[in-house]
């Protein structure tokens, strides 16, 4: 309707211009241009669907997004729940044991441009807040994370409990971890040619674990992890199949 609106007016204009040639001109050039305008409003509509990550919605211009997605994971075991490390353990008393082992929401996205995101969890189990930082990508090769996150060290653990192979981590998953840490990370992907394809993350942490902003022994902890893609593009993190 705008755009036949507009071609009625251009026409009644053109009756008083001594060119006509001039007026037609005026016509096409008004013409695409209230196609274009009508084709940047479509593409600037906010999008809203369910995607790999829950319900995502995100701005026309693409600066800013948000994905919800909330988990959970229900068990039920018998005869006992924990891990059998002793013989004691296979003699306990028989019981059914029914839990909420995880009840999780989720929360992340990028903010103002794709090169700042953020993420937050929230654990109902506990309840507590365990993740809640913000990466900013200057380059691929140099990026700063900074909040409260799984301290990148072990591999095993750095996996979400969504994403595993196996219902539960391994025994051995917890002696080798230093699990969510408070501070700042400074990480990025040096993409040489070939197999001259590093990964790394330097992180300057509390050491007190999640909820805890003050070391307790007046140190820092510092953590570095180094990591060849032998291959030539960067190893993400995650189980086998």
Do not use: C
């Not at 409990?161 to 990370?185: C, E, V, Y």
């Amino acid at each position: 309707m705008v755009f036949i609106s507009h071609i009625f007016v251009i026409l009644r204009y053109e009756i008083n211009i001594p060119k006509p040639g001039l007026g037609m001109g005026i016509i096409v050039l008004i013409s695409i241009s209230n196609i274009s305008a009508q084709a940047d409003s479509i593409a600037l509509k906010p999008q809203l669907y369910h995607g790999s990550k829950g319900m995502h919605l995100e701005s026309g211009d693409g600066n800013n997004a948000l994905d919800i997605d909330l988990r959970m994971q229900f068990r039920y075991s018998y005869p006992f729940d924990k891990d059998p490390i002793t013989l004691n353990d296979f003699n306990s008393q028989p019981q059914h044991i029914m839990q909420i082992r995880r009840a999780r929401l989720k929360m992340g996205g990028h903010a103002f441009t794709p090169k700042l995101t953020y993420y937050m969890e929230f654990a109902f189990e506990a309840p507590e807040l365990i993740d809640f930082y913000a990466t900013y990508r200057f380059t691929n090769e140099f990026k700063i994370l900074i909040g409260q996150y799984k301290a990148r060290y072990n591999t095993e653990k750095i996996i979400s409990s969504g994403k595993q192979t196996m219902a539960n981590r391994s025994l051995i998953d917890r002696p080798f971890t230093i699990d969510r840490q408070t501070g700042i990370t400074f990480l990025g992907n040096l993409a040489g040619s070939g197999a001259l394809n590093f990964s790394y993350w330097l992180g300057v942490l509390s050491g007190t674990g999640a909820g805890r902003f003050v070391p307790d022994d007046e140190h820092l902890m510092y953590q570095f992890r180094g990591q060849w893609n032998m291959f030539g593009e960067e190893m993400k993190f995650e189980s086998s199949d």
